[in-house]
């Protein structure tokens, strides 16, 4: 069924549902799960530095700790930390999707309201407009 899962993760309450929601379709399928978390930089425009709020240690620490749950629960996972320009996540995501082949995406929403996620443009409601696999929203 799911052979190859790929969820991604951004250190939130929903994040942490998509991990279990992973696991719990891996156990199911026998599949195994890829962890992904995106350190979003913005781009200073009067230097042209890029910069992010979240450090390489703690991007590190959210996904050993994703890793941890998938393997206690004897599921074979593998995890990875990526960086992105801010806003393009979902591509991001989208592409490692098809680079790895999976057979579905898992991912969190923070709940935001159609209007809000149209206005700010939700990176779960881009990904599933780029990508062509499945994709399970965890709220």
Avoid: C
């Avoid at 929403?109 to 443009?121: A, Q």
Wanted: glycine share 8%; proline share 1%.
């Amino acid at each position: 069924m799911y052979d190859k899962i790929l969820v991604a993760i951004d250190n939130s309450e929903p994040s942490d549902r998509a991990v279990l929601a992973a696991r719990d379709l891996a156990i199911l399928s026998k599949g195994e799960v890829w962890v992904m978390h995106l350190r979003e930089r913005e781009i200073a425009v009067k230097t042209g530095m890029a910069f992010s709020d979240e450090t390489g240690a703690d991007a590190n620490a959210e996904v050993e700790g994703a890793l941890k749950v998938l393997s206690e629960a004897g599921v074979k996972a593998h995890g990875e930390v990526g960086t992105t320009i801010y806003g393009y996540a979902a591509r991001v995501i989208a592409d490692n999707a098809a680079d790895k082949d999976v057979d579905v995406i898992v991912m969190g929403s923070r709940g935001r309201s159609d209007l809000t996620g149209f206005i700010l443009g939700s990176t779960a409601h881009k990904v599933i407009h780029l990508t062509d696999r499945p994709v399970l929203i965890v709220r």
